[in-house]
């Protein structure tokens, strides 16, 4: 048993009783507070307005004032981070048009909560600049390198369709944007499928050409996602969660080049590189309608008809009503 200070010892004991009772009520408010403080924890990608939202901390003041702590966390990818909230790990995060089909797939409890608008802009397959691949055609026998399950999986899906090449005609290479980056710049694959700001990157560093980017093939939209428990639980924080976003986009949009000078040291690639991706971005954040969900329908229903979603499934099914 440990000793009793010193202090204690002297001290008159309705004054010792006292101060326990003190001592007592501090501990128990501390842990009542405790008890009763909320908490969200957000996965964001190294790219994307949610990392603009950790860097201002703006989400912090808006939650905090709901009794909500912000715990945040890094993923590399969509498609790891919504298996991160399939598994409960995170409650709210962010990913483009393929990683929430897989998701809902692998989970009835994934709901869409909001979206930004298309930007088919900002991803691309590309090709070397000098090389004989002239049109998406010249793809067939050829090996793309792309991340498996990510938003770029359905532009080459749909490229190949729109230009008569089955999908089993080409030699996937699935790489993350890294290991797809080296892959192209050494002439190991004969295109890469990538979204910004990789894409902007890969056609500086390495001269690549622009086969075919998302215009009138793939939407490319931006989701933002969660749980169908956390969502229905905590209203009022997804709606302030959904204002947060509006309020960075506003900002983002017209300080691209404060954007891009925040965002280059945590993504590793030079501010004016990123500067040519964010023009390339969408903003303004808005609530799932009939279209988003048809554009995310006609997704889910290529990659089941490939064979890459075991059974159909329906999109409608996992959009969120917010409080209207």
């Known amino acids: 048993m440990p000793a009793v200070p010193r202090a204690l010892q002297r001290m008159p004991l309705h004054r010792f009783r006292t101060a326990l009772t003190a001592l007592a009520l501090v501990l128990f408010a501390t842990v009542a507070a405790r008890a009763d403080e909320k908490l969200i924890r957000v996965g964001y990608q190294k790219y994307g307005t949610l990392v603009l939202l950790k860097g201002k901390g703006l989400l912090e003041k808006r939650l905090g004032a709901l009794g909500y702590r912000v715990e945040w966390s890094e993923f590399p990818s969509g498609p790891p981070l919504m298996e ?20 809902q797939a692998a989970s009835p409890n994934l709901v869409y909560v909001a979206n930004e608008p298309p930007a088919p802009q900002g991803e691309a397959i590309l090709v070397a600049g000098d090389g004989p691949i002239k049109t998406v055609a010249d793809l067939r026998g050829r090996t793309v390198a792309l991340n498996k399950g990510s938003n770029v999986h359905f532009l080459l899906v749909s490229a190949l369709e729109r230009a008569g090449v089955p999908y089993s005609e080409i030699k996937p290479a699935f790489l993350a944007p890294s290991d797809g980056a080296a892959a192209f710049a050494r002439g190991s694959v004969d295109a890469w499928a990538i979204w910004d700001p990789y894409f902007a990157s890969g056609e500086r560093t390495t001269g690549g050409r622009v086969l075919a980017n998302g215009e009138g093939v793939a939407p490319n939209r931006q989701f933002y996602l969660s749980t169908r428990g956390f969502a229905d639980a905590n209203r009022k924080a997804i709606a302030e969660t959904v204002a947060a976003i509006g309020e960075i986009d506003a900002w983002a949009k017209d300080n691209t080049e404060a954007v891009a000078a925040e965002l280059a040291p945590s993504v590793g690639i030079p501010a004016p590189i990123l500067t040519v991706a964010l023009k390339r971005l969408s903003y303004g954040v808005t609530p799932i309608d009939d279209a988003t969900v048809a554009d995310q ?3 889910a229903d290529a990659f089941h008809r490939l064979g ?4 159909p499934l329906k999109v409608s099914d996992a959009v969120w009503k917010p409080d209207s």
């Open 84 to 103: 991160a909230l399939n598994a409960g790990a995170i409650d709210f995060g962010s990913a483009g048009e393929a990683p929430p089909i897989f998701a």
């Open 308 to 311: 890459l979603l075991p059974k």
């Open 297 to 299: 329908q006609r997704v």
